[in-house]
């Protein structure tokens, strides 16, 4: 089967119609559902996803949430209807569709979902608040979804327009018509939008790091990029720099190419604290390092191989 569905995607990329909306629904949720039944058989378990479009990693799990606390939470959500079926193999389609294509860790944009919104794509339609929908987009990132693509790379309009035939632009999170395509309350809108913001973080983190001449490692640049969908591209900037400052150019290469550096560095409050506080008043720095580094840490467990489940700060995370 696997080899059937290889075949298939190759000839669609030869035939520039790759992961069109129809071929994501048939093909990759006939192969999750199937895979889904036979590994849970008649008593639930903690999701398993397919390592059939896993990309060679390092760092990240082929099964997620690699996290025991997280595979229960996801378990609770299932029992108690706050996530279908239909709406848990859509959300799938579309972030292996969109990572395959982006050249994202898939285990990386789930999590990062899940973080943002326990997978809740109407997440704060019946509210005012700033962030919403599955990825939690706030008026900036749609800004820069619709208006501002020129800066990045081209693969994300063209991702755009293979999943959905066109461009669907301008997104916004249209209450009223949620199944539109350009509604960001539409699952594969608002996942294909979430790993296109999140492709442009990891865009601009390169360019950084390139412009500077400094080598790092794609894995974690990729756990930098989620620490920028949080918090923006310039807090993490600052952190690089405060690193480069008080620590030395060594110990910040060492910082985009050791994740035990990372996990030490992105879990010192004080450090963060100190690094945002160049953006930020010293409260506000304080809140918003406190936030970031749980975002992490819980991004971490959630999306991280077993190989690296191995200390208290990354498995004993807050709720």
């Known amino acids: 089967m696997k080899t059937d569905l290889k075949n298939l995607i190759t000839g669609f990329k030869e035939r520039g119609a790759f992961l069109f909306p129809s071929l994501i629904v048939v093909v990759f949720s006939g192969l999750i559902s199937a895979l889904i039944w036979l590994a849970l058989g008649p008593n639930p378990t903690p999701a398993f996803y397919p390592d059939d479009k896993i990309k060679s990693s390092f760092l990240y799990a082929a099964i997620y949430p690699a996290n025991a606390k997280f595979q229960k939470e996801l378990v609770q959500l299932k029992n108690k209807g706050s996530l279908s079926e239909k709406d848990e193999l859509e959300i799938q389609g579309s972030l292996l569709a969109s990572t395959d294509f982006l050249d994202i860790p898939p285990a990386l944009l789930w999590c990062l979902l899940f973080q943002e919104s326990r997978l809740n794509h109407l997440e704060g339609i019946d509210s ?37 035939g066109r461009d669907i632009r301008p997104i916004a999170a249209k209450r009223k018509d949620i199944l539109s395509s350009s509604s960001y309350y539409s699952i594969p809108t608002a996942v294909v939008s979430s790993a296109i913001y999140l492709n442009n973080r990891y865009h601009q983190l390169t360019q950084i790091l390139i412009k500077r001449g400094i080598e790092y490692h794609s894995d974690l640049l990729w756990l930098f990029s989620a620490m920028a969908y949080n918090k923006g591209t310039r807090s993490v900037l600052s952190l690089w720099n405060n690193v480069q400052t008080q620590n030395g150019p060594e110990k910040f290469k060492l910082l985009v190419n050791d994740y035990e550096y990372f996990r030490k560095t992105t879990s010192d409050s004080l450090l963060l604290t100190q690094s945002l506080k160049r953006i930020w008043e010293e409260n506000k720095a304080r809140s918003y390092s406190r936030e970031l580094a749980i975002h992490t840490r819980n991004i971490s467990s959630c999306a991280l191989s077993p190989l690296y489940q191995t200390t208290r700060s990354l498995t004993e995370v807050e709720p």
């Open 128 to 164: 005012e608040n700033s962030a919403l929908g599955l990825g939690q987009f706030s008026q900036f990132s749609f800004f820069e979804i619709n208006y501002q693509q020129s800066r990045y790379r081209p693969t994300n309009i063209n991702l755009i327009i293979s999943m959905f």
